[in-house]
C-alpha cells in the first residue's frame, strides 16, 4: 500500500509541481482503482502498471481541467494573480528546492507539454521500461521513444533558458 | 554518411542510451564534435538524463495514506476513553491470554521455589538479595550433588545389573558346550577344548565374585538397596 501510494504520489508530483495537488490526485487515483478493481485484468499487463496508467488518466484530466481554469483567468486578466498564487500555494521546502538543480527541473518539467512531460517522467523519474510505458500511455513504440526524445530536449533547452548550465 | 543537425536531435536518446551501433555512434560524435548547435545540445540532455536519474522519490506524507483508507474502506471508529478500555479488558478474557497468564504464574512459581522462598510462611527477609543469593547458590549445589550422585548410583547400578546378565548368560550357554556332539575325527595335533573350558569358567566366576565383592565394599547402601 505504502508502495503504491509513494509511486503514485511521485508520478503526480513530478506532473503537477505540487504537493497539495498531488495529494489530492492521488486520492483520486487510488478512489478510481477501487471502484474499478473488477476491470483490471493481468493480461493488460502488471498491476503497477495498470495502476500507472489509472494515474496516468486522471493526472491528464486534471490537466485539461486546470488549463480551462487558466484560460478563465485570462480572459479576466488575472495572470499576476494566478503566478502569485502558485508561489505563495509553495511550500518553504519546495522554494529551497528550487534553488537546486532537482528543483530546477522539477519547475521546467511543469514548463512542459503534458504528453512529453508524461513520457520523461516515465522513462527518467520512474524508470520504467519502453514496454510499460507503451502500455500507460497506449500509443506505439515509436511515438513512445520519440515524445521521450523530444521532451528531453525541449527539457534541456528551457533550463538554458532558465540560466541552468549543465555539470 | 555524414549526419545533419536533424538526424543528432532524432537519435540523440538512441545516443545517450547506448542504443546506437558503434559505427553509428562514431559518426553521431564525428558530427557533434564539428557542430557548434549541436554540441551543447548533446551534453546538456546528457547531464540532464543524468541528473533526472539521480533524482530521488519525494516521500508522500504519511496523512495521504490515512486519507486514501479513509476513502476508500470508509473512515475510522472514534473510540472514546472508555470504550478503549472496554475493549483492552475484552482482550484480556480470551483464551490465548489466560494461557500466557497461567505461564507467567508457573515460571514465577519456579522461579521463587528455586530460589528457596518458603509460599507456607512467607517472610519478607526472604525476599532481600543477600538472601536471595544465598538461598539459590545452596539449592543449585544441592540441585548438582543430587544429580552426581544420582548418576553414580544409577551406573553402579547398571555395571552390576550387566555383570549378573554376563554371568547368567554364561551359565545357560554352558550346559550346551558340554551337550554330547556327533563324535568328530581327531586330526593330528587338535587339541580337546572341553579340557580348558572349566578351567576358565571357573576363573571367571572368580574374578566376577571378587569384583561384587569390592563394589559391594565401596559402596555396600547401593549393594544393599538393588538386591533387595
Known amino acids: 500500500m505504502r508502495r503504491h501510494t509513494r509511486r503514485v504520489y511521485n508520478v503526480c508530483y513530478r506532473f503537477v509541481g505540487n504537493r497539495t495537488e498531488a495529494e489530492d490526485i492521488s486520492q483520486e487515483v487510488f478512489l478510481r482503482v477501487y471502484r474499478t478493481l473488477a476491470s483490471y485484468r493481468s493480461a493488460h499487463g502488471g498491476f503497477a502498471t495498470w495502476m500507472t496508467s489509472v494515474t496516468r488518466n486522471l493526472l491528464i484530466d486534471h490537466y485539461r481541467r486546470t488549463k480551462r481554469d487558466r484560460l478563465t483567468d485570462s480572459l479576466d486578466d488575472a495572470m499576476p494573480v ?3 498564487k502558485e508561489s505563495s500555494a509553495r511550500r518553504p521546502d519546495e522554494q529551497a528546492l528550487l534553488g537546486e538543480l532537482s528543483g530546477q527541473v522539477q519547475s521546467a518539467l511543469t514548463r512542459l507539454s503534458p504528453e512529453l512531460r508524461e513520457a520523461v517522467i516515465l522513462r527518467d523519474l520512474q524508470q520504467l521500461e519502453y514496454a510499460e510505458i507503451q502500455q500507460v500511455l497506449g500509443v506505439p513504440e515509436g511515438t513512445v521513444k520519440s515524445r521521450i526524445n523530444r521532451g528531453r530536449i525541449e527539457l534541456a533547452r528551457i533550463l538554458q533558458h532558465m540560466g541552468v548550465r549543465p555539470s | 554518411m555524414t549526419w545533419t543537425c536533424d538526424q543528432i536531435e532524432a537519435r540523440l536518446s538512441e545516443y545517450v542510451e547506448g542504443q546506437l551501433t558503434a559505427p553509428e555512434a562514431s559518426e553521431f560524435e564525428l558530427h557533434v564534435k564539428g557542430c557548434p548547435e549541436c554540441a551543447p545540445l548533446v551534453a546538456s540532455v546528457k547531464s540532464l538524463v543524468r541528473e533526472m536519474r539521480s533524482m530521488e522519490q519525494v516521500e508522500a506524507p504519511p496523512r495521504l495514506v490515512y486519507a486514501i483508507l479513509d476513502q476508500t474502506l470508509g473512515p475510522r471508529e472514534r473510540v472514546t476513553f472508555w470504550q478503549a478500555v472496554g475493549n483492552f479488558l475484552r482482550g484480556l478474557a480470551t483464551p490465548k491470554f489466560a494461557y500466557g497468564a497461567a505461564s507467567v504464574m508457573a515460571t514465577c512459581f519456579i522461579v521463587l521455589s528455586a530460589s528457596g522462598i518458603s509460599f507456607r510462611k512467607p517472610k519478607l527477609a526472604d525476599l532481600h538479595p543477600a538472601t536471595l543469593y ?3 547458590d545452596r539449592q543449585a549445589h544441592i540441585a548438582i550433588a543430587k544429580s552426581v550422585k544420582y548418576v553414580s548410583d544409577l551406573r553402579v547400578v547398571y555395571e552390576i545389573q550387566s555383570r549378573l546378565r554376563q554371568e547368567e548368560n554364561q551359565l545357560q550357554v554352558t550346559p550346551e558346550d558340554h551337550a554330547p556332539n556327533a563324535p568328530t575325527e581327531k586330526k593330528p595335533g587338535q587339541t ?20 561384587v565383592e569390592m563394589l559391594a565394599a565401596e559402596c555396600p547402601l547401593m549393594f544393599e538397596r538393588s538386591f533387595r
Open chain 1, 82 to 84: 494566478v503566478e502569485s
Open chain 2, 134 to 136: 544465598r538461598n539459590v
Open chain 2, 192 to 211: 580337546d577344548d572341553q579340557s580348558h573350558t572349566q578351567p576358565k569358567q571357573q576363573n571367571r566366576a572368580n574374578e566376577l565374585a571378587r569384583q
